[in-house]
Nanobody
Framework: EVQLVESGGGLVQPGGSLRLSCAASGFTFSSYYMGWFRQAPGKEREGVAVIDSDGSTSYADSVKGRFTISRDNAKNTLYLQMNSLNAEDTAMYYC????????????????????WGQGTQVTVSS
């Protein structure tokens, strides 16, 4: 059974940092295309960052330069390091997995990811 379990969310002040983790099990993590998405109240779920099995990454413009996605295949874990957080980053954050490599144009489209975690809440507030 495929499982994705996020952790690391919480309340942080503007300008602060958090590192999210996503523990994966039930599949060959190293060969999967992985992504982080987020959903703020009243908004659509949006792609934040993705990482291919070869380690190549891509970011949404809104987080480029502030967020870093990485993976540790030995630990079957996906990470999202978030720096310089602001109120617009407040959302539920989800990790997602795809067995297939996703084309660049579709990398942030939810339909291409078959597996999802339950999410971890990130709140940026003073």
């Amino acid at each position: 059974e495929v499982q994705l379990v996020e952790s690391g969310g919480g309340l942080v002040q503007p300008g602060g940092s958090l590192r999210l983790s996503c523990a994966a099990s039930g599949f060959t993590f190293s060969s999967y295309y992985m992504g982080w998405f987020r959903q703020a109240p009243g908004k659509e779920r949006e792609g934040v960052a993705v990482i291919d099995s070869d380690g190549s990454t891509s970011y949404a413009d809104s987080v480029k330069g502030r967020f870093t996605i990485s993976r540790d295949n030995a630990k079957n874990t996906l990470y999202l390091q978030m720096n310089s957080l602001n109120a617009e980053d407040t959302a539920m954050y989800y990790c997602a997995a795809s067995q297939y490599r996703i084309s660049w144009w579709a990398r942030f489209q939810k339909a291409f990811y078959a597996y999802w975690g339950q999410g971890t809440q990130v709140t940026v507030s003073s």
